[in-house]
């Protein structure tokens, strides 16, 4: 190959990161594609939960710093998915994609090589920035997909994420029982890399932008009050719910918010469009996230550890890391099965009765635990049917607010619909742990703790329920 030919192939790949000059793919390349970079991210976001204490013990550092590893991970994603994915509606969705799994990429390659928690921590951080995964995935299916496919595309891909956080602690334990902390880094490069070359060669340039002018300001007051919010709700139980700086940072977030949004409402071209949100379609679907996500994550914190601890304390199994995250395997599955289902159906019966419905399921399923939890078999089969209830709702809210958002704010939309997930889900575990931290007596928390936890979560449920009821039944298109 000649110097001179190394020109062409620059400007060749330039052109191909835009999208100019190429033939569209098969739109089921394209979803095989997304669905593995989905999937690569949201086990990421879940399978180093189990793996913490081994983590601090390896490293050998304090609860505070290796707690950190979750927190920083959830900043910075909280903070890239509405400001990348507004990104992508900008300058190009699939260009967004491919820089977002570098950066996971590299972020995922320092933790797995990282032997301290300064180096994990970093690499974390790196990891975050594919919280705009979803939202710029769910552009590219708006703008590429037959208008048919979009709905059924659209679920399937919610639901991975709900089914990749599950299957995330199911397979931490294996994972840390069996082999050491930096497989749990070295085994997603596998899937992080071939999505990130494949969505450059099979994933087309949406070539439907809005072309308006970037709001910095708003980006920096966004990223501002997410962090304050955030952060307080992630070291509650550390620092104490009624802490002076749990409740400053929770003071600071509102005032920041109140700027943000009055700020928002006046420029000419705002990064988030507060009519769009102001919609009720798309507020109603906010608000389900946020309660549904806030009963998937309390799944996540309570049913393994009821089954770890001892029968010693009259109501736990004895259970190893591994057999704790088996009991997690039936709503892994239901999830993802009914995120299929709900594919097909929600285009003839629309996505409000599902969510409506996947709710209500969840917060039965909940209840059931509250009450019956003595034997494995039971706990097994209400997180059957809390999969299946979660995963009708949380594939069909997606489907909810693209609906009602114009084609060029769909990645936007979407990206603050994730807030509001990250947000549910890390509210749904610290007051889960508040909660049975509480209840603690000697070294375990009582059974009264874990059904107070698991009632909590049904009424959360249930008030998801009576919120996707407010949502429109007709209008909205995809």
């Known amino acids: 190959m000649s110097i001179r030919s190394y020109p062409r192939l620059g ?7 835009r999208g100019q000059g190429e033939r569209r793919p098969h739109y089921g390349l394209t979803f095989a594609t997304l669905v593995t970079a989905v999937l690569a991210y949201t086990l990421m976001q879940s399978m180093l939960a189990p793996a913490l204490l081994a983590i601090q013990h390896d490293v050998h550092t304090t609860t505070t710093a290796v707690s950190w590893l979750l927190t920083g991970y959830l900043l910075m994603a909280s903070v890239a998915a509405p400001i990348l994915s507004r990104f992508g509606d900008l300058f190009g969705k699939r260009l967004l994609i491919v820089s977002v799994l570098g950066c996971f990429f590299a972020g995922t390659l320092v933790c797995a090589l990282g032997a301290s928690i300064e180096q994990l921590l970093v690499g974390r951080v790196m990891q975050g920035a594919a919280g705009a995964l979803l939202p710029l995935a769910v552009g590219i299916i708006r703008d590429e997909f037959p208008t048919p496919r979009i709905v059924a595309g659209v679920a399937i891909l919610s639901g991975v994420v709900g089914t990749g956080a599950s299957l995330g602690f199911v397979l931490a334990g294996p994972i840390t029982d ?10 997603p490069l596998v899937p992080i890399g071939v999505a990130a070359v494949a969505c450059l060669l099979v994933v087309p340039e949406s070539p439907r932008r809005d072309r308006v002018p970037i709001d910095w300001f708003g980006a920096l007051l966004l990223a501002a009050w997410l962090v304050a919010m955030l952060l307080g709700v992630s070291q509650a139980s550390e620092w104490g719910w009624g802490s002076e700086r749990v409740v400053g940072l929770f003071v600071l977030g509102g005032v ?5 949004a009055a700020v928002e409402a006046r420029v000419s071209h705002p990064l988030v469009d507060m009519e769009i949100l102001r919609r009720r379609g798309v507020w109603t679907s906010n608000g389900t996230s946020f309660l549904i996500s806030y009963a998937l994550f309390t799944s996540f914190v309570l049913v393994p550890q009821l089954a770890e601890a ?9 259970s190893s890391v591994t057999g704790g995250a088996l009991l997690l395997v039936p709503l892994t599955l239901a999830m993802l099965g009914m995120s299929v289902v709900a594919g097909r159906l929600v285009p003839r019966h629309g996505p409000k009765r599902f969510i409506v419905a996947g709710a209500f399921v969840s917060a039965c399923a909940l209840a059931a ?11 097994a089969l209400a997180s059957g049917l809390l999969g299946l209830g979660l995963g009708s709702a949380h594939s069909s809210v997606a489907n909810q607010v693209i609906a009602w958002v114009p084609q060029t704010h769909t990645s936007g939309a979407m990206g ?11 509210f749904g575990a610290q007051v889960s742990a508040a909660v049975l931290a509480t209840t603690v007596t000697a070294v375990f928390p009582t059974e009264r703790g874990f059904e107070l936890a698991f009632a909590i979560a049904a009424g959360a449920a249930a008030t998801g329920a009576a919120v996707a009821s407010l949502a429109p039944s007709r209008g909205g298109r995809y």
Request: glycine share 10%; net charge positive.
């Open 256 to 260: 920041l918010f109140a700027v943000w």
């Open 310 to 318: 001892p029968s010693s304390t009259g109501y736990g199994f004895g």
């Open 416 to 426: 603050m619909n994730s807030i509001v997930r990250f947000a549910g889900a890390a």
């Open 369 to 379: 635990l509250t009450l019956a939890h003595a034997t494995p078999w039971q706990v």
């Open 178 to 187: 069996h082999l050491s902390y930096h497989w749990l880094f070295w085994i």
């Open 11 to 17: 400007r060749g790949l330039t052109e191909r990161l």
